[in-house]
């Protein structure tokens, strides 16, 4: 797995879908502060990285969840993605909605998901889990059963972790925060200097100051 992480690290700098900014933060629609941004959408724009992830996801999910029968997206992000992911596993694709929609039917979950169905979320990235959770939440109230989420990154912050656990949702990911800050390190996309900032800024990503 740790291959993996690198392999994935490497090629996200590469496109510069994650951008390291210690001295000149990010504000994040949360309104954290921070000098760590990832953006895996940007990954829809380069076919064979696209292909990779799509069948990295893929096969994560075929190893650890071999009964699956559905894939569901997390909206927006993980629409594309997990479409990507349900098409090369020849399974049905539902995504849901951060809340239902105000008008038409009112659906929060898109698709045809039926009650005891099995079913795989995908997520492009995992901050501190809410929406990621809520997706999940949905799809336990419409009578199927997670038995999983993969996502492309995570973070790792420990209220993810907690909130994951306590769901009882197993998450796996290709890649996450430390692989990310290795591979910038040995590529100089960030000096060691660096690092000190990053790691303080993820033990307390809400009260952080630059």
């Known amino acids: 797995m740790e291959a993996l992480e690198k392999i994935v690290a490497e090629k996200l700098l590469q496109i510069k879908a994650v951008k390291l900014q ?7 629609a949360s309104g954290w502060k921070s000098p760590f941004y990832c953006d895996n959408r940007k990954t829809l724009s380069y076919p ?14 075929l190893e650890k969840y071999p009964d699956v029968e559905v894939v569901a997206g997390v909206a927006t992000g993980a629409i594309p993605q997990g479409a990507l992911v349900a098409d090369a596993l020849g399974l049905p694709f ?11 039917l009112e ?61 009882g949702v197993q998450l796996t990911t290709l890649c996450n925060y430390e692989a990310i800050i290795r591979e910038a390190v040995a590529t100089s996309y960030i000096t060691e200097a660096d690092v000190a900032t990053l790691n303080e800024w993820r033990k307390s ?4 100051k630059a």
């Open 22 to 28: 210690p001295s000149n933060p990010f504000t994040w």
């Open 94 to 104: 539902v995504y849901v909605r951060p809340k239902p929609k105000d008008h038409g």
């Open 205 to 208: 990503p809400s009260t952080w």
């Open 48 to 61: 064979r990285l696209r292909a990779f992830i799509k069948l990295e996801l893929a096969r994560l999910i």
């Open 107 to 167: 659906n929060m979950i898109e698709g045809d998901l039926k009650p005891r169905q099995k079913v795989v979320v995908v997520e492009d990235l995992i901050s501190t889990g809410g929406s990621s959770l809520k997706a999940v939440e949905a799809i336990r109230n419409n009578g199927a059963e997670v038995l999983g989420m993969v996502a492309i990154f995570t973070y790792g912050f420990p209220e993810a972790r907690t909130r994951f656990a306590e769901a």
